[in-house]
Nanobody
Framework: QVQLVESGGGLVQPGGSLRLSCAAS????????MGWYRQAPGKLRELVAE???????NYVDSVKGRFTISSDDAKNTVYLQMNTLKPEDTAVYYC??????????????WGQGTQVTVSS
């Protein structure tokens, strides 16, 4: 079973930076897409950024120019560098990874979530 372990959340002042990490493990044959979602209180979960196996990236408009998603394929790890953070970025951030296992079964796994709070 594919498992995801997230790290890097915390409390930061407006204008500050944080870097989230998410490492995937457990019978992975191939990863197709790695992404970050977030959910603020009272709001729906939304896609923040994703990166495909080929390196293509996609960002929600509100984070373009401030957040950067990257991956280390050798480590099955995805990162989210968040700069110039704003209070409206406050949310629980979830890692999502989709691909195929060593038995060629598809998987769609989620991390446990990490809290990001932007406040002075």
């Amino acid at each position: 079973q594919v498992q995801l372990v997230e790290s890097g959340g915390g409390l930061v002042q407006p204008g500050g930076s944080l870097r989230l990490s998410c490492a995937a493990s457990g019978g992975i044959f191939r990863i197709n897409v790695m992404g970050w979602y977030r959910q603020a209180p009272g709001k729906l979960r939304e896609l923040v950024a994703e990166i495909t196996r080929g390196g293509s990236t996609n960002y929600v408009d509100s984070v373009k120019g401030r957040f950067t998603i990257s991956s280390d394929d050798a480590k099955n790890t995805v990162y989210l560098q968040m700069n110039t953070l704003k209070p409206e970025d406050t949310a629980v951030y979830y890692c999502n990874v989709r691909g195929a296992t060593t038995t060629l079964a598809r998987f769609d796994s989620w991390g446990q979530g990490t809290q990001v709070t932007v406040s002075s």
